[in-house]
């Protein structure tokens, strides 16, 4: 069977969730997308060869989810009164008490949260199949390792999946693996012969079964200027000049493509996912493999998000 879940939430809106297919007759059922501290009720129903079938009406609380989350409130929505504002939002929360994963109702009401502990430069992102929530934890250090863990709704961890030097962004992938943003460090002799410590970046495509290979790589791929010097982030280590940057990635799955913000260089990439070759390098600077006309105006500037809208559209946060 297949059920159905028709919640009230106790708010004047009916929310009809399916649920996981089961031969069960009998059990218990996820109750998702209820806000904290409301009283609530819900009706499961299955659909059979004689039509819907439905369980008695099913009233229940709902508890309070942290007492280190602030309250929030909506201050303005587009909607009139006869509307009511659909969809939720995951993010996540920072606040004096710590950091959390938290999911909210189109009323700006939490109906989930996780704490994140001492996950370091933290990034959450619904999984493909919106049966989990995804939580980046950053590598300490070049050569130490970081996790995406996998949170099941019903809060318990799933799965994790190390990567050694994963930072800032990663994305899953249709066949269970993921792609992820890793430092590399090189020591490099510029024109003067003095040896520096840089700072690059690689893409690399973690397996469902755990391996993982490295499909492109910053100083391979884009011009290093040495006669620069480049700003000492603290990334990498005290003595180490932060070069390329990179710190958004998304994927195409249509064009089997991923695509990279690079914040240091103002620019975007472009790589099949399959051959790792860089299919094109759209620069603020040089215009990369673009032409720009005369306009003076940089489309990509400090950028530190990228989302793919299809068709080599993107939807680019310059910072």
């Known amino acids: 069977i297949t059920p159905t879940l028709i919640l009230d939430p106790g708010d004047g809106r009916i929310l009809e ?6 031969a069960d007759t009998s059990g218990e059922v996820l109750v998702l997308g209820a806000p904290a501290l409301v009283s609530a009720q819900a009706v499961l129903a299955v659909e059979t060869d004689q039509g819907r079938v439905c369980s008695d009406l099913l009233e229940f609380e709902t508890g309070l989810l942290s007492t280190g989350l602030p309250e929030l409130n909506l201050s303005s929505t587009e909607l009139d009164d006869s509307e009511t504002p659909e969809g939720f939002t995951l993010t996540e929360l920072v606040t004096e008490d710590g950091a959390s994963a938290i999911i909210m ?3 700006g009401h939490y109906v989930w949260a996780h704490p994140m502990g001492d996950l370091s430069g933290a990034r959450v992102v619904a999984s493909l199949d919106r049966q989990s929530v995804l939580m980046l934890d950053w590598a300490r250090g070049i050569d130490d390792a970081g996790h995406i863990y996998r949170i099941g709704l019903d809060g318990t961890e799933q799965a994790s999946t ?3 030097g994963i930072h800032t962004d990663f994305v899953e992938l249709p066949d269970g693996g993921f792609g992820a943003l890793t430092w590399e460090k090189r020591e490099l002799v510029d024109d003067d012969g003095e040896t520096r410590n840089i700072l ?4 690399v495509r973690i397996h469902p ?3 993982s290979e490295v499909l492109w790589n910053s100083f391979d791929s884009l011009p290093l200027n040495l006669e620069k ?3 000492i982030t603290g990334y990498g280590g005290p003595d180490v000049e932060d070069w390329s940057h990179a710190n958004g990635l998304d994927y195409d799955p249509d064009e089997d493509a991923f695509f ?3 914040a240091g260089l103002d620019s975007v990439v472009r790589i099949n996912a399959n051959t790792g070759v860089q299919e094109w390098w759209l ?3 040089s215009a990369g493999d673009f032409s720009t006309g005369d306009s003076e105006l940089a489309v990509v500037d400090g950028p530190h998000s990228i989302e793919s809208l299809g068709d080599d559209r993107i939807l680019l946060f310059n910072r």
């Open 162 to 164: 190390e990567v050694i």
């Open 17 to 22: 969730t399916p649920g996981e297919a089961s």
């Open 200 to 203: 690059g970046d690689r893409l």
């Open 283 to 285: 620069d603020s600077a």
């Open 229 to 231: 010097t480049y700003n």
């Open 105 to 107: 109702d189109g009323l």
């Open 209 to 211: 079964d755990g391996s």
């Open 260 to 262: 990279i913000s690079i």
